[in-house]
């Protein structure tokens, strides 16, 4: 069967060929029938876990509220009838909000987040909330507090985090596309890991409001499709100036589905020589290689820039991702929503028994090491000095942007990794984000894109990074990389 795409499903919705409650009645039968719990930690489980809870009730209602415009001759929305997952980061009226934690269990918010009132005013129909890393913080949706997400290409992997389950959803045919988002990595890292398209737009394109914060200077909501046009179509849908947040831009928002039609002979394509150093995969240089001769084939010059600062995007995301958790996650003590530990008696005891029985071990983790870079006689060395080396990234960024127009580099130095493989091992696990985490400390945005498989049918991702606002551009390089021969 040919997997659906926005365009597809819209042309069969407006045509009257099918109907949009037929396109969500199928998805939630698929995702009843396959989706299932993940089950134990062992190769053979067949449940994938993308899902952890499904909107029927919404979802049916505005799905026939589509049919009925179609019926009327309305003009409808760009993403009319479009079965759409989002990831539970994100308050959707009606459904849980969790962030995969259980400190939040049960907590049922009374407003929509700004990008999924977006999508459910353009058309979209809302299926139900993703599996992710607990608060957003993995990179393999191993940490979820309601178990792990299996890569759907291959079970006995992991889907990439935090936004594991919603590429995985997109990946197995249970969305069309669906929202994610991404502070270190986590859109551009499991869209690479499971074969989809994720779209990382720039610091303050996409309204935040309604987004359970993990990190608030790094935090953005981004879509995951098939294809890289419904990623421009999703893109146009979500970007604006939102006035309920204060860091959304103001700046215009084009037309990134015309951009696409725009030729890339005579655009500059940077190299960053730190980003193909040692670690590495062979076959993930290889398949980038290709990717760098198609664009010189297509007329793009293909040059060398330097970001010299590379080596310390690690050590500085993690001292300001962590600082920031710290401050952000201080809300969720068991005094106004979620969970409580019913056994304390004392306040404070209150506090203490909450967080411990809420958060799973690697928001604990981080919670630490930002309290502790936050904290007197130690806030000059580490936080204060990690905002200075950001800045220093963010020049690399902004100086080779001046010799060329779009980056290209590898997301990730591995294909996606076996489950378990490296949860023992933080540090091995904070390294998979070596490639993506400078592109969000810097503000710019980045796509990850399908560029073939391993020799073990793995997938392999291309990272292109573009120009801050200049989502256009880079998805137009991103969509003849798609078209190329793998």
Same mark, same amino acid.
């Given at each position: 069967?040919?997997?659906?795409?926005?365009?597809?499903?819209?042309?069969?919705?407006?045509?009257?060929?099918?109907?949009?409650?037929?396109?969500?009645?199928?998805?939630?039968?698929?995702?009843?029938?396959?989706?299932?719990?993940?089950?134990?930690?062992?190769?053979?489980?067949?449940?994938?876990?993308?899902?952890?809870?499904?909107?029927?009730?919404?979802?049916?209602?505005?799905?026939?509220?589509?049919?009925?415009?179609?019926?009327?001759?309305?003009?409808?929305?760009?993403?009319?009838?479009?079965?759409?997952?989002?990831?539970?980061?994100?308050?959707?009226?009606?459904?849980?909000?969790?962030?995969? /934690?259980?400190?939040?269990?049960?907590?049922?918010?009374?407003?929509?987040?700004?990008?999924?009132?977006?999508?459910?005013?353009?058309?979209?129909?809302?299926?139900?909330?993703?599996?992710?890393?607990?608060?957003?913080?993995?990179?393999?949706?191993?940490?979820?507090?309601?178990?792990?997400?299996?890569?759907?290409?291959?079970?006995?992997?992991?889907?990439?985090?935090?936004?594991?389950?919603?590429?995985?959803?997109?990946?197995?045919?249970?969305?069309?596309?669906?929202?994610?988002?991404?502070?270190?990595?986590?859109?551009?890292?499991?869209?690479?890991?499971?074969?989809?398209?994720?779209?990382?737009?720039?610091?303050?394109?996409?309204?935040?409001?309604?987004?359970?914060?993990?990190?608030?200077?790094?935090?953005?909501?981004?879509?995951?499709?098939?294809?890289?046009?419904?990623?421009?179509?999703?893109?146009?849908?979500?970007?604006?100036?939102?006035?309920?947040?204060?860091?959304?831009?103001?700046?215009?928002?084009?037309?990134?589905?015309?951009?696409?039609?725009?030729?890339?002979?005579?655009?500059?394509?940077?190299?960053?020589?730190?980003?193909?150093?040692?670690?590495?995969?062979?076959?993930?240089?290889?398949?980038?290689?290709?990717?760098?001769?198609?664009?010189?084939?297509?007329?793009?010059?293909?040059?060398?820039?330097?970001?010299?600062?590379?080596?310390?995007?690690?050590?500085?995301?993690?001292?300001?991702?962590?600082?920031?958790?710290?401050?952000?996650?201080?809300?969720?003590?068991?005094?106004?929503?979620?969970?409580?530990?019913?056994?304390?008696?004392?306040?404070?005891?209150?506090?203490?028994?909450?967080?411990?029985?809420?958060?799973?071990?690697?928001?604990?983790?981080?919670?630490?090491?930002?309290?502790?870079?936050?904290?007197?006689?130690?806030?000059?060395?580490?936080?204060?000095?990690?905002?200075?080396?950001?800045?220093?990234?963010?020049?690399?960024?902004?100086?080779?942007?001046?010799?060329?127009?779009?980056?290209?580099?590898?997301?990730?130095?591995?294909?996606?990794?076996?489950?378990?493989?490296?949860?023992?091992?933080?540090?091995?696990?904070?390294?998979?984000?070596?490639?993506?985490?400078?592109?969000? @400390?810097?503000?710019?945005?980045?796509? /990850?894109?399908?560029?073939?498989?391993?020799?073990?049918?793995?997938?392999?991702?291309?990272?292109?990074?573009?120009?801050?606002?200049?989502?256009?551009?880079?998805?137009?390089?991103?969509?003849?990389?798609?078209? @190329?021969?793998?």
């Amino acid at each position: 069967m040919e997997l659906l795409t926005i365009d597809s499903v819209r042309t069969a919705v407006t045509g009257g060929t099918k109907t949009a409650v037929a396109f969500a009645e199928e998805h939630f039968a698929r995702i009843v029938a396959e989706d299932g719990p993940a089950g134990p930690d062992s190769p053979d489980a067949k449940g994938i876990n993308s899902y952890l809870t499904l909107s029927r009730e919404r979802a049916l209602a505005q799905a026939a509220k589509v049919d009925a415009a179609v019926a009327a001759g309305e003009t409808l929305g760009p993403l009319a009838g479009v079965p759409i997952g989002i990831k539970d980061v994100l308050t959707m009226v009606g459904s849980a909000a969790t962030a995969g /934690s259980r400190i939040l269990e049960g907590y049922r918010p009374p407003y929509d987040a700004t990008a999924v009132a977006k999508l459910e005013a353009a058309g979209a129909v809302l299926l139900g909330k993703l599996n992710c890393d607990e608060f957003a913080m993995g990179s393999s949706n191993e940490n979820s507090a309601y178990g792990l997400v299996r890569n759907p290409r291959a079970l006995d992997r992991v889907p990439g985090g935090s936004s594991g389950g919603s590429a995985a959803a997109v990946a197995a045919d249970f969305a069309v596309a669906t929202l994610g988002t991404d502070t270190g990595g986590s859109i551009r890292q499991p869209a690479a890991f499971c074969g989809v398209v994720g779209v990382l737009p720039t610091y303050g394109r996409v309204s935040r409001y309604g987004l359970i914060a993990f990190a608030s200077s790094l935090d953005r909501v981004g879509p995951f499709t098939r294809t890289v046009k419904d990623a421009a179509t999703m893109l146009e849908v979500l970007a604006g100036k939102d006035e309920r947040d204060a860091t959304s831009s103001d700046k215009a928002v084009g037309s990134y589905v015309s951009d696409l039609e725009k030729p890339v002979a005579g655009l500059r394509v940077g190299v960053p020589a730190e980003y193909f150093g040692e670690g590495l995969d062979s076959e993930i240089r290889a398949a980038i290689e290709r990717v760098l001769d198609g664009l010189r084939a297509l007329g793009c010059v293909v040059q060398p820039v330097s970001l010299p600062h590379t080596k310390y995007a690690v050590p500085t995301y993690y001292v300001i991702a962590t600082a920031e958790a710290s401050s952000n996650l201080s809300r969720f003590d068991g005094v106004r929503f979620g969970l409580r530990a019913e056994e304390a008696n004392t306040l404070s005891a209150m506090y203490r028994r909450t967080r411990d029985a809420g958060f799973g071990p690697e928001v604990k983790r981080r919670i630490l090491l930002g309290t502790y870079a936050l904290s007197a006689g130690y806030y000059d060395a580490y936080y204060k000095k990690a905002q200075q080396v950001r800045t220093l990234l963010t020049r690399d960024f902004l100086t080779a942007f001046e010799q060329v127009d779009v980056i290209v580099s590898p997301v990730t130095p591995t294909p996606a990794f076996k489950l378990g493989e490296k949860t023992d091992d933080p540090v091995k696990m904070y390294l998979e984000d070596i490639y993506s985490v400078a592109a969000s @400390l810097a503000g710019i945005c980045g796509v /990850s894109v399908p560029c073939g498989n391993t020799k073990d049918g793995l997938p392999i991702g291309v990272q292109i990074m573009g120009k801050h606002f200049d989502e256009g551009t880079m998805l137009r390089v991103a969509a003849v990389v798609e078209d @190329l021969e793998f």
